[in-house]
């Protein structure tokens, strides 16, 4: 975050810190993207051997293959670049969504850290929950134990903030990349 910094206010996020983070766990993607390219690729070229072998003659199927293999190189070079024009904006871009299930995602995300806190604070002032024995509890008390529970170090907080805000654009963005290579790649390259 330190390095990072802009203009914003402690506190909050600066969008480009979240593009920072979500660049940094998308690279690790990348590799796996290639391999899977390559893979179904070669599922692609095994059936068409298979095929080639299973209907035609001998002396023909050599020549087949070797024809068809030439269409299906063409073919991979253009799966190399759909797959290449459906990872570009996730490298040279900022993040950008206009779906709603990033904020819901966000913002539970933040919502699950808060209960984590609130968990922990009776547990801290009374000790254990689970037992058999009954603590008498001050309502006004507990509720000012709890407006006093605020994050006071504004890095940490955040930082915490911009992680939530990667982790839901990450969740969202790995599913329509999944959709975009397997629909713009896959299925329109390889037919």
């Known amino acids: ?10 506190g ?3 969008p480009l810190v979240v593009g920072e983070l979500f660049s940094e766990q998308w690279q690790a993607w990348k ?9 179904v690729f070669e599922a692609a070229r095994s059936t068409m051997v298979a095929i080639v072998d ?13 024809l068809i293999g030439q269409g299906m190189d063409i073919l991979k070079q253009d799966l190399n670049r759909k797959v290449d024009e459906i990872l570009r904006p996730h490298f040279e871009m900022h993040p950008k969504t206009y779906n709603y299930h990033w904020t819901d995602k966000a913002q539970k995300a933040q919502s699950r850290r808060r209960w984590r806190r609130i968990e922990m604070i009776p ?3 009374f000790g254990d929950l689970n037992t058999q024995t009954y603590t008498a509890i ?11 529970d605020i994050e006071a ?9 911009a992680v939530d805000y990667m982790e839901a654009y990450y969740k969202v963005a790995l599913k329509k990349f999944i959709d975009d290579l397997s629909v713009l790649g896959i299925e329109q390259c390889l037919r």
């Open 31 to 39: 590799d796996h993207i290639k391999e899977t390219e390559d893979c």
């Open 1 to 10: 975050m330190r390095m990072s910094r802009g203009r914003e206010l402690p």
């Open 54 to 66: 299973y209907f035609a003659v001998e002396e023909t199927a050599d020549g087949l293959v070797h």
């Open 123 to 125: 547990r801290e002032e």
């Open 138 to 148: 001050e309502p006004l008390h507990l509720l000012n134990l709890l407006d006093d």
């Open 153 to 161: 170090d504004m890095e940490n907080y955040g930082s915490h903030l």
């Open 12 to 14: 909050t996020s600066n």
